[in-house]
């Protein structure tokens, strides 16, 4: 009996269920260099790539907004704001593409969507459904197994924190595909109208981990958009 029971705790630790955090989000209380959410994404080795989510921060200075490492490179997929306004930087396997004027006020909701297409290597942001011009990343595919964090920006795998680049405040419907999205489906996720979850991180069946201050509350997108309803 205590043997099956032991199994059973290691057999549950080791094999959570996904969550459906449809309605929730997390909140980045403080500033940290321990603070994170790992994400556990379904697959590895892409071509393509597409991030969405939603955030709001009162944040002027740098910080991650989804960092993706492997042992072939610390910033295999990284969305960055940095201390400049309006300027986001999309990092492909460490090729780093600038994106300037872009919307950047304090307190205020936002959808960013990026994406990455191996063959062209051409990434582009796009924030609240509206997009920036085009720029070169890397080309080849992204083989490895990643490591995926919110909340921090890493220097090594699920390590080499920096509080000064940390996140502070809300995340939302984070989704990962593992494909370019098209204009019309990112438009839709801006909307939070009907789409596409993502194939590789879903936030509908979200299999995560906390590590730190992170709290699961209820989101207020969520709430102030359904009411209207």
């Known amino acids: 009996m205590q043997t099956f029971f032991i199994a059973s705790i290691l057999f549950t630790a080791c094999c959570a269920v996904p969550r459906d955090l449809s309605g929730k989000m997390f909140t980045f209380p403080v500033e940290s260099s321990v603070a994170r959410v790992r994400l556990l994404p379904s697959g590895n080795n892409f071509t393509s790539v597409t991030v969405c989510l939603r955030f709001f921060t009162d944040l002027s200075r740098s910080y991650s907004l989804f960092s993706t490492a492997s042992t072939a490179n610390n910033n295999d997929f990284l969305i960055f704001k940095t201390a400049n306004k309006g300027r986001f930087e999309v990092h492909t396997r460490g090729e780093n593409s600038e994106f300037n004027g872009l919307p950047d006020e304090p307190n205020t909701w936002y959808s960013i969507c990026s994406t990455w297409d191996s063959n ?70 801006a909307s939070d109208l009907n789409f596409t979850p993502g194939d590789v991180i879903n936030w509908r069946a979200l299999d995560f981990n906390i590590v730190g201050d992170v709290v699961i509350e209820d989101s207020q997108t969520y709430v102030c958009f359904h009411n209207q309803l």
Not at 130 to 153: A, C, W, Y
């Open 120 to 189: 062209s290597g051409l990434v582009q942001v796009w924030i609240n459904g509206n997009s920036s011009t085009r720029k070169v990343g890397f080309k080849g595919n992204m083989d490895g197994k990643p490591s995926i964090v919110l909340g921090q920006e890493q220097d090594s795998v699920d390590g080499g924190f920096d509080a000064a680049q940390s996140f502070v405040g809300m995340i939302t419907d984070v989704h990962m595909w593992d494909y370019v999205l098209s204009a019309c489906e990112i438009q839709r996720f």
